[in-house]
Protein backbone atom coordinates (compact mmCIF):
# COMPACT_ATOMS: atom_id res chain seq x y z
CA UNK A 1 0.00 0.00 0.00
CA UNK A 2 2.75 2.55 0.68
CA UNK A 3 4.07 1.75 -2.84
CA UNK A 4 0.70 3.08 -4.16
CA UNK A 5 0.79 5.97 -2.23
CA UNK A 6 3.82 6.60 -3.66
CA UNK A 7 2.15 7.43 -6.70
CA UNK A 8 1.58 10.70 -5.39
CA UNK A 9 5.58 10.83 -5.36
CA UNK A 10 6.00 9.67 -8.86
CA UNK A 11 3.59 11.48 -10.53
CA UNK A 12 4.51 14.91 -8.96
CA UNK A 13 8.19 14.51 -10.11
CA UNK A 14 6.82 13.41 -13.61
CA UNK A 15 4.65 16.31 -14.18
CA UNK A 16 7.78 18.71 -12.59
CA UNK A 17 10.45 17.14 -14.62
CA UNK A 18 7.73 17.74 -17.88
CA UNK A 19 7.34 21.18 -16.76
CA UNK A 20 11.04 21.76 -16.34
CA UNK A 21 11.98 20.55 -19.61
CA UNK A 22 9.31 22.16 -21.76
CA UNK A 23 7.86 18.94 -22.78
CA UNK A 24 4.46 20.09 -21.45
CA UNK A 25 4.14 23.22 -23.43
CA UNK A 26 5.10 21.48 -26.13
CA UNK A 27 2.54 19.08 -25.81
CA UNK A 28 0.08 21.87 -25.25
CA UNK A 29 0.77 22.85 -28.93
CA UNK A 30 -1.12 19.38 -29.95
CA UNK A 31 -4.44 19.28 -31.16
CA UNK A 32 -5.59 16.66 -28.14
CA UNK A 33 -7.80 16.72 -25.50
CA UNK A 34 -6.22 18.59 -22.60
CA UNK A 35 -6.88 15.50 -19.94
CA UNK A 36 -5.31 13.72 -22.38
CA UNK A 37 -1.75 13.79 -21.21
CA UNK A 38 -2.26 13.87 -17.48
CA UNK A 39 -4.81 10.78 -18.17
CA UNK A 40 -1.77 9.12 -20.30
CA UNK A 41 0.45 9.97 -17.70
CA UNK A 42 -1.55 8.09 -14.55
CA UNK A 43 -2.64 5.34 -17.09
CA UNK A 44 1.07 4.43 -17.75
CA UNK A 45 2.00 4.81 -13.82
CA UNK A 46 -0.89 2.18 -12.81
CA UNK A 47 0.44 -0.20 -15.37
CA UNK A 48 4.20 0.21 -14.83
CA UNK A 49 2.62 -0.45 -10.44
CA UNK A 50 0.75 -3.72 -11.96
CA UNK A 51 3.91 -4.89 -13.85
CA UNK A 52 5.91 -3.84 -10.67
CA UNK A 53 3.72 -5.93 -8.39
CA UNK A 54 4.24 -9.27 -10.09
CA UNK A 55 7.61 -9.85 -8.34
CA UNK A 56 5.93 -8.80 -5.36
CA UNK A 57 3.17 -11.11 -5.30
CA UNK A 58 6.28 -14.21 -6.42
CA UNK A 59 8.56 -13.46 -3.55
CA UNK A 60 5.95 -13.33 -1.12
CA UNK A 61 4.31 -16.13 -2.83
CA UNK A 62 7.62 -17.76 -1.80
CA UNK A 63 8.43 -16.87 1.51
CA UNK A 64 4.78 -18.68 2.79
CA UNK A 65 2.34 -15.45 2.15
CA UNK A 66 -0.92 -17.42 0.96
CA UNK A 67 -4.18 -15.66 0.17
CA UNK A 68 -6.61 -16.89 2.54
CA UNK A 69 -9.91 -16.39 0.49
CA UNK A 70 -10.79 -16.89 -3.22
CA UNK A 71 -9.27 -15.81 -6.30
CA UNK A 72 -11.93 -13.31 -6.96
CA UNK A 73 -11.30 -11.54 -4.02
CA UNK A 74 -7.72 -11.34 -4.46
CA UNK A 75 -8.25 -9.68 -8.04
CA UNK A 76 -10.19 -7.54 -6.67
CA UNK A 77 -7.29 -6.42 -3.54
CA UNK A 78 -5.25 -6.37 -6.48
CA UNK A 79 -7.56 -4.23 -8.49
CA UNK A 80 -8.21 -2.03 -5.65
CA UNK A 81 -4.19 -1.72 -5.01
CA UNK A 82 -4.06 -0.17 -8.84
CA UNK A 83 -7.36 1.81 -8.26
CA UNK A 84 -6.05 3.47 -5.27
CA UNK A 85 -2.38 4.11 -6.82
CA UNK A 86 -4.74 5.84 -9.95
CA UNK A 87 -5.72 8.19 -7.57
CA UNK A 88 -2.45 9.08 -5.96
CA UNK A 89 -1.18 9.64 -8.89
CA UNK A 90 -3.50 12.33 -9.71
CA UNK A 91 -2.52 14.44 -6.75
CA UNK A 92 1.05 13.67 -7.56
CA UNK A 93 0.64 15.23 -11.06
CA UNK A 94 -1.38 18.64 -9.70
CA UNK A 95 1.30 18.85 -7.03
CA UNK A 96 3.97 18.23 -9.92
CA UNK A 97 2.88 21.46 -12.42
CA UNK A 98 2.37 23.37 -8.90
CA UNK A 99 5.99 23.22 -7.75
CA UNK A 100 7.14 23.42 -11.80
CA UNK A 101 10.60 22.13 -10.96
CA UNK A 102 12.42 18.76 -9.95
CA UNK A 103 14.15 19.98 -7.15
CA UNK A 104 10.81 21.38 -5.41
CA UNK A 105 8.90 17.64 -6.01
CA UNK A 106 11.68 15.79 -4.92
CA UNK A 107 11.87 18.14 -1.68
CA UNK A 108 8.10 18.04 -1.24
CA UNK A 109 7.75 14.26 -1.93
CA UNK A 110 9.85 13.21 0.67
CA UNK A 111 6.81 14.41 2.98
CA UNK A 112 4.96 11.85 1.34
CA UNK A 113 6.82 9.00 3.52
CA UNK A 114 5.09 10.29 6.33
CA UNK A 115 1.28 9.15 5.16
CA UNK A 116 1.97 5.68 5.60
CA UNK A 117 3.87 5.72 8.94
CA UNK A 118 0.65 7.70 9.88
CA UNK A 119 -1.76 4.56 9.26
CA UNK A 120 -2.44 1.07 10.32
CA UNK A 121 0.33 -0.18 7.67
CA UNK A 122 3.05 -0.97 9.99
CA UNK A 123 1.29 -0.23 13.46
CA UNK A 124 -2.49 -0.92 15.08
CA UNK A 125 -4.69 1.79 15.39
CA UNK A 126 -5.94 0.91 18.61
CA UNK A 127 -3.10 1.55 20.51
CA UNK A 128 -2.54 4.72 19.80
CA UNK A 129 -3.92 8.19 21.67
CA UNK A 130 -6.61 9.79 20.66
CA UNK A 131 -6.12 12.50 17.68
CA UNK A 132 -3.05 10.35 16.45
CA UNK A 133 -5.67 7.51 16.55
CA UNK A 134 -8.14 9.26 14.81
CA UNK A 135 -5.81 10.47 12.05
CA UNK A 136 -4.34 7.20 11.53
CA UNK A 137 -7.96 5.26 11.05
CA UNK A 138 -9.36 8.46 8.70
CA UNK A 139 -6.13 8.17 6.54
CA UNK A 140 -7.06 6.71 2.79
CA UNK A 141 -4.00 4.33 3.52
CA UNK A 142 -5.61 2.36 6.61
CA UNK A 143 -8.63 1.83 4.75
CA UNK A 144 -6.75 0.65 1.69
CA UNK A 145 -4.65 -1.88 4.07
CA UNK A 146 -7.60 -3.01 6.03
CA UNK A 147 -9.28 -3.71 2.64
CA UNK A 148 -6.63 -5.46 1.39
CA UNK A 149 -5.71 -7.55 4.67
CA UNK A 150 -9.44 -8.60 3.93
CA UNK A 151 -9.61 -9.24 0.77
CA UNK A 152 -6.41 -11.33 1.24
CA UNK A 153 -8.15 -13.08 4.18
CA UNK A 154 -5.32 -12.13 5.93
CA UNK A 155 -6.66 -10.61 9.18
CA UNK A 156 -9.80 -9.31 10.34
CA UNK A 157 -11.49 -6.24 10.30
CA UNK A 158 -10.98 -4.27 13.42
CA UNK A 159 -13.50 -3.62 15.64
CA UNK A 160 -14.55 -0.56 17.18
CA UNK A 161 -12.81 1.35 14.44
CA UNK A 162 -13.25 4.51 12.11
CA UNK A 163 -15.65 4.26 9.82
CA UNK A 164 -13.56 3.56 6.81
CA UNK A 165 -11.42 1.10 8.78
CA UNK A 166 -14.54 -0.28 10.19
CA UNK A 167 -16.00 -0.38 6.33
CA UNK A 168 -12.43 -0.99 4.27
CA UNK A 169 -13.94 -1.81 0.80
CA UNK A 170 -16.38 0.80 0.80
CA UNK A 171 -14.27 3.09 2.80
CA UNK A 172 -11.17 2.82 0.11
CA UNK A 173 -13.53 2.79 -2.85
CA UNK A 174 -15.22 5.94 -1.34
CA UNK A 175 -11.18 7.62 -0.55
CA UNK A 176 -10.72 6.62 -4.25
CA UNK A 177 -13.62 8.19 -5.63
CA UNK A 178 -13.37 11.67 -3.35
CA UNK A 179 -9.28 11.92 -4.56
CA UNK A 180 -10.56 11.75 -8.18
CA UNK A 181 -13.10 13.95 -7.94
CA UNK A 182 -11.05 16.33 -6.92
CA UNK A 183 -7.54 16.33 -7.91
CA UNK A 184 -7.91 14.58 -11.56
CA UNK A 185 -10.41 18.44 -12.40
CA UNK A 186 -7.81 20.51 -10.44
CA UNK A 187 -4.76 18.47 -12.85
CA UNK A 188 -6.44 18.88 -15.68
CA UNK A 189 -7.53 22.27 -15.27
CA UNK A 190 -3.58 23.43 -14.19
CA UNK A 191 -2.53 21.51 -17.23
CA UNK A 192 -5.00 22.84 -19.86
CA UNK A 193 -4.65 26.51 -18.62
CA UNK A 194 -0.75 26.80 -18.73
CA UNK A 195 -0.26 27.47 -15.25
CA UNK A 196 2.17 24.57 -14.69
Known amino acids: VATAANGIMTGMFQAAQDVHRGVTDRLRTLPISRAAVPLGQSVADVMVTAAGMVPFLLV ?33 IFLGLLTRSEEAAGQLGGATFILPLLSNAYIPTDGLPGLLRTLAEWNPISAVTTALRDLFGNAPVPEGAAWPVAHPIAGSLLWCAVLLAVFAPLAVRRYAHGEG
Not at 61 to 86: C, D, M, N, P, T
Open 60 to 92: GLAVGWRVEKSALQAVGAIGLLLLFRFATTWIG
